[in-house]
Structure formats: structure tokens, C-alpha cells
């Protein structure tokens, strides 16, 4: 999965690929978690350094302080406001934690693992983005193309849809106010219909000029991608991304999240709540909330956003997505529980980007009813972390902070708010970040 471009031949990039999946279940064996216990690990999967086509021998001891980082999210999910979580950590480019935490429902017994399946939500922009950078790196459309060029439903007020590019449809920049018909797809109504009535609203802006954070238009972004290949935008990112890079349990449908044979149930709540039902509103705008899967295929996920995999991902596709298109000061007022260090906040294609005490971080945040996601990382570093959850809390999503705190050598804060619970840690985590 991993390889340098040009190394293999494509024979031997399949048997890397398995050599991988094969590596992530030696560390399901040994408990699901490096924590602790590194060396061995790596011991059992140094025999494949030569198939994974990369050295996979820890280059110098790790700046991760994994097991006092396990601790605390064994505190984390002893809250009540938590029923299930999973966490997945690269450090130099290497998987180096993957662990579940607590239960897939809550009151039940069967525990979340590193194979249970969750929901993405809003980080399934980064996959609509990544493929329709991958298209424009192969010449089959360009980023600066009008959208509705290659949107069959999108319409715009004044019809920008022939003035904003496919760049602005990315980087949410087509004139719209944020959020643009979500309760109305929430309610049942058809998504294609819904894209074009926007017509009909009012602009706040000419296409590309402000930013403003959408759904049901960011999905238009499956219908670039089915016009460039001619198949199903599910086809295209299963056949094109997932499977390439080896993350089998990955899917984009309701059925591909409940027929799985460990799921989290969402949940509105906590541990004293009840499940809530998997409605399909989000699956009905894929390109912008629709993906699934476990953790450790979401760990993989991240670790080809940081150049791993660079015959999946280009270098080229990935700079272009990663690239600040425009300023997000609402986004720093959201985030303003970790001012101390987060100076700045952009938006790429499909990503978030931060200025964090100095460092360039990537990353996105989502959450539909009932499940919470998050991705962050330094692509030079090559170190990030990625979690999923099943409960309506905010409160995990000061993990990012605290792994990069220990990764940049920081003054560790209390970012998870163990030590100082307040009302505020039931704070809502915007389904559409």
C-alpha cells in the first residue's frame, strides 16, 4: 500500500497491500494497541519491511507518550456522556496506535474494536476532494472548469453555476449561505431537486469570494466525479481510492454500515441514552457525509494524505487539495477553546488547514446524529490522529490537540478536560464541520 513511486511492479503493489491489512491484524492480535508494548509489535511485522516496500523498524523512540495517552482515554470513555470510541495514531509516517474503546451500544457488551464500523460524516469531503483531484491530476476535468459543466442538478442563484469553478464547489465558495437546504434534505426531500431549487436563494457573495459551508451543493462534486468516469460515484472511490489502498471495510451506504458484523449505534446521548435510528440523509449526499468504516481503515485513510501512497494519491492531487483557498475566521471563533495555539484557520478542497503553534496541521472535524469523527495531522511530520464515536459529545475532540502537543514536544494541556469537567463538555459538535 505504502511504496515509493516506480519501486513495484504492480504485482508485488497488490502483495504489499495485503502485507499491510495482514501487519494491521498482527496488532489486533497483540491487543489492538502499540501502547506499551512497541517493540514486540514491531518485531512480528519487521518481516514484512521488504513486502510493505517500506522500513517499518522504528526510526527513534517516540515522541507519543502512548501509554499515559491510553489512560486518559480509558478516563475519556468512562464519562458519561461517551458510549464507544476508537483512535487511531501515525507518528513518522507509521501506525502506531489503534484501539476501541468502551461498547458499540450503550448497555451492551460488545465492545468497540479496531474492525467496528462507524460513520465519517463531514470527512467524507476529503474523499470527494481527493477524487476529483486525482481526475484533474489524469486531465479528465480541470479544477478551474465551471461546475456546471459537469453538474447535472447543481443551479445557482443568477447562474453562477457557469461562473463558480470546480475549485470553488470544493472550497465552499459558490455564493450560498452556509448550510443551504440541509434541513430540507433532513426532511425527506430529493438531493438532486434540492440542488437545483438553490437557484432560487439569494447570493451573498459572487462565486469565489466568500466561504460559506454546504451539503446538499457539495455534493454536486459525486456528479463531477460520475460525468469524468462514466460509473458511480461509489464505484469510482471504492474502485479508484479504498480499495487501492487496502481499506476493505470502507463503504458508502446505509447498508454498508448496518450490515456490518460490528457497528456503533448512534446515539443522541451518553451511556444512560438509547440508540437512535441510521437515517439515510446523509448517505443521500455521499460526496459530502456518506462514508463509513473502521478505524483502522480510517488510519490508512490519513496516512495517504501525508504522501504514503503516492500511486493512489498523486503529489501533485494531494498539494492541490491541501492547499489554503480561503480564510475561515468562523471557524477559529468555533475553535476558540485552543486559541492559546491556533493562530490561523483555512480551507483547502475538502480540508481543513490550521496554523497550530507554528506547525501546518490538515485536518476536518464532522458529526451526523449520533456519531462524531475527526482527522488531523502534519503532512512533513507525517504524524496525525484520527477518532470515531458514537454519542453526541464534543468532548474528544480535544485528542487532536493533546497527540500533537506531545508530537511538536509541547506543554501538554488538558484539551479532553478530565481534570475540569464542565458543563461545557456537552457542548454540540456541528454535524456539518
Same mark, same amino acid.
Given at each position: 500500500m505504502?511504496?515509493?513511486?516506480?519501486?513495484?511492479? =504492480? #504485482?508485488i503493489?497488490?502483495?504489499?497491500?495485503?502485507?499491510v491489512?495482514l501487519a494491521?491484524?498482527?496488532?489486533?492480535a497483540?491487543?489492538?494497541?502499540?501502547a506499551?508494548r512497541? %517493540?514486540?509489535v514491531?518485531?512480528?511485522?519487521a518481516g514484512?519491511s521488504?513486502r510493505?516496500?517500506?522500513? *517499518?523498524?522504528?526510526s527513534?523512540?517516540? +515522541?507519543?507518550?502512548y501509554a499515559r495517552l491510553?489512560? =486518559?482515554?480509558? #478516563?475519556?470513555?468512562e464519562?458519561d456522556n461517551?458510549? /464507544?470510541?476508537a483512535?487511531?495514531i501515525?507518528?513518522?509516517?507509521?501506525?502506531?496506535?489503534?484501539k476501541?474503546?468502551?461498547t458499540?451500544?450503550?448497555?451492551?457488551?460488545?465492545p468497540?474494536?479496531? +474492525?467496528t464500523?462507524?460513520r465519517?460524516a463531514?470527512?467524507?469531503?476529503?474523499v470527494a476532494a481527493?477524487?476529483v @483531484?486525482?481526475? @484533474?491530476?489524469?486531465?479528465r476535468?480541470?479544477?478551474?472548469?465551471?461546475v456546471?459543466?459537469?453538474?447535472?442538478s447543481?443551479?445557482?442563484?443568477?447562474g453562477n %453555476?457557469?461562473?463558480?469553478t470546480?475549485s470553488d464547489?470544493?472550497?465552499h465558495?459558490?455564493g450560498?449561505?452556509a448550510?443551504?437546504? +440541509?434541513?430540507?434534505?433532513?426532511?425527506g426531500r430529493d438531493?438532486?431537486e434540492?440542488?437545483?431549487s438553490l437557484a432560487?436563494l439569494?447570493?451573498?457573495?459572487?462565486?469565489g469570494?466568500c466561504?460559506a459551508?454546504?451539503?446538499?451543493?457539495?455534493d454536486? @462534486?459525486s456528479e463531477?466525479?460520475?460525468?469524468?468516469? /462514466?460509473?458511480s460515484?461509489q464505484?469510482? *472511490?471504492?474502485?479508484q481510492?479504498f480499495?487501492? !489502498?487496502?481499506?476493505t471495510?470502507?463503504?458508502?451506504?446505509r +447498508?454498508?454500515l448496518?450490515?456490518?458484523e460490528?457497528?456503533?449505534?448512534?446515539h443522541?446521548?451518553g451511556?444512560?441514552s438509547?440508540?437512535?435510528?441510521?437515517?439515510d440523509s446523509?448517505? #443521500?449526499?455521499?460526496a459530502? /457525509?456518506?462514508?463509513n468504516?473502521?478505524?483502522?481503515? !480510517?488510519?490508512?485513510?490519513?496516512?495517504?494524505?501525508?504522501?504514503?501512497?503516492?500511486?493512489?494519491?498523486?503529489?501533485?492531487? !494531494?498539494?492541490?487539495?491541501?492547499e489554503?483557498?480561503?480564510?475561515?475566521?468562523? %471557524?477559529?471563533r468555533r475553535?476558540?477553546?485552543?486559541?492559546?495555539?491556533l493562530? %490561523?484557520?483555512?480551507?483547502g478542497?475538502?480540508?481543513r488547514?490550521?496554523?497550530y503553534a507554528g506547525?501546518r496541521l490538515i485536518g476536518h472535524?464532522?458529526?451526523?446524529?449520533?456519531?462524531?469523527s475527526?482527522?488531523?495531522?502534519d503532512?512533513k511530520?507525517?504524524?496525525g490522529?484520527?477518532?470515531?464515536?458514537?454519542?453526541g459529545? @464534543?468532548?474528544?475532540?480535544?485528542?487532536?490537540f493533546e497527540?500533537?502537543?506531545m508530537v511538536?514536544?509541547?506543554?501538554p494541556r488538558d484539551?479532553?478536560?478530565?481534570n475540569?469537567?464542565e458543563d461545557s463538555?456537552?457542548?454540540a459538535f456541528?454535524g456539518?464541520?
Amino acid at each position: 500500500m505504502f511504496f515509493r513511486r516506480g519501486l513495484l511492479s =504492480r #504485482r508485488i503493489k497488490i502483495a504489499s497491500i495485503a502485507a499491510v491489512i495482514l501487519a494491521v491484524f498482527i496488532i489486533a492480535a497483540s491487543g489492538g494497541t502499540f501502547a506499551g508494548r512497541v %517493540e514486540p509489535v514491531e518485531e512480528k511485522i519487521a518481516g514484512l519491511s521488504q513486502r510493505i516496500g517500506i522500513d *517499518v523498524k522504528p526510526s527513534r523512540k517516540s +515522541d507519543v507518550d502512548y501509554a499515559r495517552l491510553d489512560q =486518559r482515554l480509558q #478516563r475519556l470513555v468512562e464519562q458519561d456522556n461517551m458510549v /464507544g470510541l476508537a483512535v487511531g495514531i501515525v507518528e513518522d509516517g507509521r501506525i502506531r496506535f489503534l484501539k476501541g474503546y468502551g461498547t458499540t451500544v450503550a448497555g451492551g457488551d460488545e465492545p468497540v474494536t479496531i +474492525d467496528t464500523i462507524f460513520r465519517w460524516a463531514s470527512l467524507s469531503k476529503g474523499v470527494a476532494a481527493d477524487m476529483v @483531484a486525482k481526475l @484533474a491530476e489524469q486531465d479528465r476535468l480541470s479544477l478551474r472548469d465551471p461546475v456546471g459543466r459537469w453538474s447535472s442538478s447543481l443551479r445557482l442563484p443568477a447562474g453562477n %453555476e457557469d461562473k463558480a469553478t470546480v475549485s470553488d464547489l470544493l472550497s465552499h465558495q459558490l455564493g450560498l449561505f452556509a448550510h443551504a437546504h +440541509d434541513s430540507s434534505l433532513e426532511d425527506g426531500r430529493d438531493d438532486a431537486e434540492l440542488r437545483a431549487s438553490l437557484a432560487s436563494l439569494n447570493a451573498i457573495c459572487p462565486p469565489g469570494q466568500c466561504h460559506a459551508y454546504q451539503n446538499v451543493a457539495y455534493d454536486a @462534486a459525486s456528479e463531477v466525479v460520475e460525468k469524468a468516469t /462514466g460509473i458511480s460515484y461509489q464505484q469510482a *472511490v471504492r474502485d479508484q481510492l479504498f480499495l487501492p !489502498l487496502g481499506m476493505t471495510s470502507a463503504t458508502l451506504t446505509r +447498508d454498508g454500515l448496518v450490515n456490518a458484523e460490528s457497528w456503533a449505534r448512534p446515539h443522541r446521548g451518553g451511556k444512560n441514552s438509547n440508540p437512535v435510528e441510521v437515517t439515510d440523509s446523509y448517505y #443521500r449526499v455521499p460526496a459530502a /457525509g456518506g462514508v463509513n468504516s473502521s478505524i483502522k481503515d !480510517l488510519t490508512i485513510w490519513m496516512m495517504a494524505q501525508m504522501g504514503r501512497a503516492p500511486d493512489v494519491l498523486p503529489d501533485g492531487a !494531494l498539494d492541490e487539495v491541501q492547499e489554503p483557498r480561503v480564510g475561515t475566521p468562523g %471557524e477559529k471563533r468555533r475553535m476558540r477553546e485552543f486559541a492559546e495555539r491556533l493562530n %490561523e484557520a483555512d480551507y483547502g478542497l475538502g480540508w481543513r488547514i490550521y496554523d497550530y503553534a507554528g506547525h501546518r496541521l490538515i485536518g476536518h472535524r464532522g458529526g451526523v446524529t449520533g456519531y462524531r469523527s475527526l482527522i488531523l495531522f502534519d503532512p512533513k511530520k507525517k504524524s496525525g490522529v484520527v477518532a470515531l464515536w458514537n454519542s453526541g459529545t @464534543a468532548q474528544p475532540g480535544g485528542l487532536e490537540f493533546e497527540v500533537m502537543d506531545m508530537v511538536y514536544n509541547l506543554e501538554p494541556r488538558d484539551w479532553l478536560e478530565l481534570n475540569e469537567l464542565e458543563d461545557s463538555s456537552e457542548r454540540a459538535f456541528s454535524g456539518t464541520s
